[in-house]
């Protein structure tokens, strides 16, 4: 399952992370392709659920960014 909370990526190194994009890209190109196609999904919003995740692990290490980095 896709969903990763906030907890678990934050314990997750930046290769880790970066990583699990790459999966989790590949797994919406596949879900996406399977849609387009016609066919029907187990899980119908699994390409939302993909999206968000991507989004949370992106805003995460947005965040660690710039907590490494300061304030301007």
Same mark, same amino acid.
């Given at each position: 399952?896709?969903?990763?909370?906030?907890?678990? #990526?934050?314990?997750?190194?930046?290769?880790?992370?970066?990583?699990?994009? $790459? $999966?989790?890209?590949? =797994?919406?190109? %596949?879900? @996406?392709?399977?849609?387009?196609?016609?066919?029907?999904?187990?899980?119908?919003?699994?390409?939302? =659920?993909? @999206?968000?995740?991507?989004?949370? #692990?992106?805003? #995460? *290490? %947005?965040? *660690? $960014?710039?907590?490494?980095?300061?304030?301007?």
């Amino acid at each position: 399952m896709p969903m990763l909370r906030s907890s678990e #990526i934050r314990d997750m190194t930046p290769e880790e992370q970066q990583s699990e994009i $790459k $999966k989790l890209n590949t =797994e919406l190109l %596949n879900a @996406r392709s399977v849609n387009h196609a016609g066919g029907s999904s187990d899980n119908p919003g699994l390409v939302r =659920e993909l @999206r968000r995740t991507i989004a949370r #692990i992106k805003t #995460i *290490q %947005n965040q *660690q $960014k710039d907590s490494i980095e300061g304030p301007s």
